[in-house]
């Protein structure tokens, strides 16, 4: 059973570790951070204290809440410490060896009972699973960046999980007021699949010479009310980081045409223009000046580049629902709630009516005669 008792706890202090720590926390638990990296740890404690003290003085929770949730949160320099923990949560490097190797030490201080998840982005949990000894309680918890934030959780369980251990998991997130979905263990999950067009064809429309970043940016947040563009999030995210999901997706599945990564992109990051980090990506940061400012806007564009990669977005998602990667209804929350889109895209494709993706994805693929614009099985 995991309740409230339940001790958790939370492998990796970097930016995930820390944020699923104070989540858990806050939902009562008495939570132990670990990380090989001493200082990570005390960093992390005090970003949570700075964060918790944020949420106090704009009223969102008492000073005494914010005490007592720090209070609950125990920074440890020994892995051992974690012996009478119910659930442990790992975030720490995404290197398949040394996260087995992490989860074998675990494995031997914890008790048979104690359910082992990883936060992993791209791993297979089945992969990850195979490396311990009790796979039956293995299960990936995928929370998105910043964890205290977002609501959403992919809930991933492994071929050998138990379903027991999937339902106690999806009970618990659901305490902790988080979203749970439950999806099927393939590369880049729900959101990390779904999501991929939203960039891949904006890019390609881009490196088409179709239109420009800010066309597309502004086509998609004028006509779809996205928050940003797919140019801007990608400068956000980081051209590096944004490559290597790419990357990764299109490799696990042995390079799927509608995955295929770009070489704009990759040029920029063999550049150094990583994005707001670096002060460059497809838009220049050095001198604040409006991305409006600095280049054109084609007007005359818009709907084209909105109805290419809505089509794109969409053929994905009921692409994701055909093979049983998650439930309709929960690919449409994880959507929502994992990448804040405005609508869920499945019921947003039947809003707009799915004959017409299918006409304008059966348009690309007369044009290109490309694998990529098939449409998906969902909807033939
Ligand atoms: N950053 C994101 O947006 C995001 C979102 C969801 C999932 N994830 C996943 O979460 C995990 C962590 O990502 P992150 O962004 O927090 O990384 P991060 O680099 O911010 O933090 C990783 C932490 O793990 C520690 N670490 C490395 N090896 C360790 C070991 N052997 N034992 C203990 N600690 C060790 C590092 O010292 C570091 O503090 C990865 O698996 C990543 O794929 C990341």
């Given at each position: 059973?995991?309740?409230?008792?339940?001790?958790?706890?939370?492998?990796?202090?970097?930016?995930?570790?820390?944020?699923?720590?104070?989540?858990?926390?806050?939902?009562?638990?008495?939570?132990?951070?670990?990380?090989?990296?001493?200082?990570?740890?005390?960093?992390?404690?005090?970003?949570?204290?700075?964060?918790?003290?944020?949420?106090?003085?704009?009223?969102?929770?008492?000073?005494?809440?914010?005490?007592?949730?720090?209070?609950?949160?125990?920074?440890?320099?020994?892995?051992?410490?974690?012996?009478?923990?119910?659930?442990?949560?790992?975030?720490?490097?995404?290197k398949i060896d040394i996260k087995q190797k992490v989860f074998q030490e675990i494995e031997?201080?914890?008790?048979?009972?104690?359910i082992l998840a990883s936060n992993t982005s791209s791993l297979s949990i089945t992969s990850l699973a195979s490396g311990v000894q009790n796979p039956s309680r293995f299960i990936g918890l995928h929370f998105f960046n910043p964890a205290p934030l977002m609501k959403l959780v992919e809930v991933i369980p492994a071929v050998q999980t138990q379903e027991k251990i999937t339902d106690r998991c999806l009970n618990l997130m659901e305490h902790w007021g988080k979203m749970p979905v439950i999806a099927k263990d393939t590369p880049g999950f729900i959101v990390n699949r779904v999501a991929r067009p939203f960039y891949s064809e904006s890019l390609r429309i881009y490196e088409e010479g179709i239109a420009n970043p800010l066309t597309i940016d502004t086509a998609m947040k004028e006509l779809g009310g996205f928050r940003m563009g797919p140019f801007e999030l990608m400068d956000f995210i980081g051209h590096d980081i944004n490559f290597k999901v790419t990357e990764t997706v299109w490799k696990s599945f042995y390079h799927e045409a509608r995955y295929k990564p770009s070489f704009a992109q990759k040029n920029l990051v063999a550049a150094g223009f990583l994005g707001r980090k670096s002060n460059k990506g497809f838009y220049d940061y050095t001198n604040d000046i409006p991305i409006e400012e600095q280049m054109e806007l084609?007007?005359?564009?818009?709907?084209?580049?909105?109805?290419?990669?809505?089509?794109?977005?969409?053929?994905?998602?009921?692409?994701?629902?055909?093979?049983?990667?998650?439930?309709?209804?929960?690919?449409?929350?994880?959507?929502?709630?994992?990448?804040?889109?405005?609508?869920?895209?499945?019921?947003?494709?039947?809003?707009?009516?799915?004959?017409?993706?299918?006409?304008?994805?059966?348009?690309?693929?007369?044009?290109y005669k490309e694998e990529r614009y098939r449409p998906s099985p969902y909807l033939i």
């Open positions: 059973m995991l309740n409230v008792q339940t001790k958790v706890a939370v492998i990796g202090a970097g930016s995930m570790g820390m944020g699923i720590a104070q989540v858990a926390a806050t939902a009562g638990h008495e939570v132990y951070l670990y990380d090989n990296n001493n200082e990570a740890v005390s960093a992390a404690l005090k970003k949570i204290q700075h964060f918790l003290n944020r949420s106090a003085s704009k009223g969102k929770i008492t000073d005494q809440e914010a005490v007592a949730i720090f209070g609950r949160i125990y920074g440890i320099e020994t892995l051992s410490s974690i012996v009478d923990s119910g659930l442990v949560i790992e975030a720490i490097i995404e031997s201080y914890v008790s048979e009972e104690c084609d007007n005359s564009k818009k709907q084209i580049v909105f109805d290419r990669v809505m089509s794109m977005l969409i053929n994905e998602a009921l692409d994701a629902a055909y093979w049983g990667i998650g439930k309709e209804e929960d690919i449409d929350i994880a959507m929502r709630y994992g990448v804040n889109y405005p609508k869920g895209l499945i019921s947003w494709g039947k809003e707009i009516g799915l004959e017409k993706i299918k006409s304008n994805l059966n348009g690309l693929y007369q044009i």
